[in-house]
């Protein structure tokens, strides 16, 4: 399934992005390449998709096989490379709650590491995954 976005750039630092539901997210330059960090970076907004993603992916995986979660919650560190500037590691560190039987905790853990985002960007930069029970 194909999914429509577009983007326009609103300022030197700024970008406008636009998802084909009309959902509208607003990008700038992080404060160590020109911008003034006052919102997400495109480097931010791939980074947090792998949080975001693995969150969904386990949630979807309780629902549908009756798996009653508290919610998951999720904090995330993004360190960046210089030469050549990229995104060289990523540290989340995920928080399960809920009263899932151990089993069941662990099956929602294997499925969240199947994530399509960690999939995709754990070939070129380095992932350091965390899960707890809360």
């Keep these: 399934?194909?999914?429509?976005?577009?983007?326009?750039?609103?300022?030197?630092?700024?970008?406008?992005?636009?998802?084909?539901?009309?959902?509208?997210?607003?990008?700038?330059?992080?404060?160590?390449?020109?911008?003034?960090?006052?919102?997400?970076?495109?480097?931010?907004l791939c980074a947090v998709s792998l949080g975001a993603c693995a969150t969904t992916v386990m949630s979807l995986f309780a629902r549908d096989n009756g798996i009653v979660l508290g919610g998951i919650d999720f904090e995330l560190v993004k360190e960046m490379a210089a030469n050549p500037r990229r995104i060289a590691k990523l540290t989340v560190k995920f928080t399960i709650r809920g009263t899932a039987s151990q089993a069941d905790y662990e099956r929602i853990v294997a499925e969240g590491k199947t994530c399509p985002v960690c999939g995709t960007i754990g070939k070129c930069v380095e992932i350091d995954a965390s899960y707890e029970r809360a």
């Design 1 to 44: 399934m194909a999914v429509r976005m577009k983007g326009r750039s609103t300022g030197p630092t700024t970008v406008e992005l636009t998802h084909e539901s009309g959902s509208i997210i607003r990008t700038m330059a992080p404060k160590d390449n020109r911008g003034d960090g006052s919102t997400f970076s495109p480097t931010d």
